[in-house]
């Protein structure tokens, strides 16, 4: 029993020196692999990208709005966005591009054209709406039918072409206040308008192909996604899923961030999701923008982190397959910059939780970081933690050896006691160590704490 307890006193010495030496000599490391990289457009003349489209792993298309010398610009790349050419340098105010096919495509513009292409973006020719027709948004069904919206009082509405662009007619208009902002078709059938109401934008469904339109109380968008008739994700202040075709939207706990509006939203299957458009302070005027990800339909969200030298957050995001994915382009305020990233392998090491909940009704003392529960665990544990003041925390987990396991928060949040659900399912048997930082908006000075939890299995 003596020999027992000595050899615990001794590995519980031999732990504290582990930790003693990482902390003060060379502190903890993020080991994570980044798999994006940086891409640049070409000189665009205080053009912006508006839209972008990718036929293959190589072969892609931009659209520019307009800048302040009236012109915009069609964009291709032929290796996967490495290198961009400009093939069309014209007057309209690009706002979308979209392929119906390998070789069908459409540009519509915040003008009186319609561009499109039938040899794959080769070659670009214009169309006219007819009339005094300027749409915001358009969806491409397939080669022969577009729909597009436009918001203009009792001249706008939902127009459409079935011959691919040479006529167009007025399906849907509103007699009374507001009008459609965007549009987003899944099919012929189903789609999503972001409607302009007198005082705000509401969403709006149809399931005839736009002749009619039911309004989804309570509801809104800035981006949306259907895998298919049934199953969707939506973004705006978070992320949102559906399971019935749009008629109802639960919300889907993702990580929070100091700004936490979702921009773009790619589907890659009913498993893994990609979104992008929050954004955090990392100190100074440094923010880094995550690229939000699930890989079991929503059920839990991690975010990765690239090009972290930037500012800013992204507007748009891609995935091809399993390993080709494009986010473009990085902005900061009202600047958008002229670069993007783009992965070939998939992106990075995602950091996951499987959630954070807020205990009700307890003001905290100060701030503090609790034992976990149960310890020893197999698989999940408890984690708790207070701040009885807003700030911003960093905690991670980390193994004997000083290298990080997992990034758990890294993020603002409001005072409080919290309980995260650490899942170590993933983990072989050990020691492991969790720590926390804590800067407060009024307590400058950070506080750090950690601890020590045992994994067995």
């Known amino acids: ?43 665009l003349d205080s053009c912006n990208i508006t839209s972008f489209a990718f036929l293959d792993s190589l072969k892609g298309f931009a659209v520019t709005n307009q800048n302040p010398h009236v012109h915009s ?5 032929t290796n996967g966005g490495d290198n961009w050419a400009i093939i069309n340098s014209t007057y309209p105010n690009f706002n979308k591009i979209q392929f119906a096919d390998k070789n069908t495509g459409y540009a519509s513009a915040y003008t009186n054209y319609l561009w499109k292409t039938t040899d794959g973006g080769d070659t670009w020719f214009t169309l006219t709406y007819g009339g ?25 509405g939902v127009f459409r072409t079935t011959d691919g662009g040479n006529t167009f007619a007025r399906i849907w208009g509103n007699s009374g206040t507001g009008m459609p902002y ?61 399971t019935d075709g749009g008629l109802t939207w639960i919300s889907q706990q993702v990580p929070i961030f100091s700004y936490n509006s979702i921009r773009s939203i790619s589907i890659l299957n009913k498993d893994t999701v990609w979104a992008v458009g929050p954004h955090f302070y990392g100190g100074g005027n440094i923010s880094y923008a995550p690229i939000l990800k699930t890989t079991n339909g929503g059920l839990t969200w991690g975010y990765q982190i690239a090009d972290t030298a930037k ?21 900061y305020g009202t600047i958008i910059f002229d670069k993007g990233i783009h992965t070939k392998v998939g992106g990075s090491d995602t950091t996951f939780f499987t959630g954070i909940k807020l205990v009700e009704n307890f003001i905290p003392s100060g701030y503090t970081l609790g034992q976990n529960y149960p310890n020893p665990f197999n698989p999940s544990t408890n984690i708790p933690f207070e701040l009885n003041e807003s700030g911003y925390i960093i905690l991670k987990v980390y193994d004997i050896t ?15 006691r919290y309980i995260l659900d650490f899942d170590g399912s993933s983990l072989p048997s050990g020691i492991y160590f969790y720590r926390i930082e804590i800067t407060g908006d009024i307590t400058k000075t950070p506080f750090t704490e950690t601890k020590k939890m045992l994994m067995i299995k």
């Open 1 to 43: 029993m003596k020999l027992s307890k000595y050899i615990s006193a001794l590995l519980d010495i031999l732990i504290v020196s582990c930790l003693l030496v990482f902390f003060s000599s060379y502190g903890f490391n993020d080991s994570r692999n980044q798999g994006w990289y940086v891409q640049t457009f070409p000189y």
């Open 73 to 77: 610009y069609i964009l291709k790349t």
């Open 132 to 156: 005094l027709f300027y749409p915001q948004d358009m969806a491409v069904i397939n080669k022969d039918t577009v729909l597009f919206v436009m918001d203009a009082g009792l001249g706008g």
């Open 182 to 242: 965007s549009i987003y078709m899944y099919n012929k059938y189903l789609g999503f308008q972001l409607y302009s109401g007198p005082t705000s934008y509401d969403m709006r469904r149809t399931s005839d192909g736009g002749f009619t339109w039911t309004n989804i109380t309570g509801e809104q968008y800035v981006c949306i996604q259907m895998l298919d008739s049934l199953t969707g994700w939506k973004g705006y202040a978070g992320i949102k899923k559906t």
């Open 311 to 331: 500012t800013g957050e992204y507007y748009y995001i891609k995935f091809l397959d399993r390993k080709h994915g494009w986010a473009w382009p990085y902005s």
């Open 402 to 416: 000083g290298r990080t396991i997992k990034e758990l928060i890294n993020g603002r949040w409001g005072k409080g």
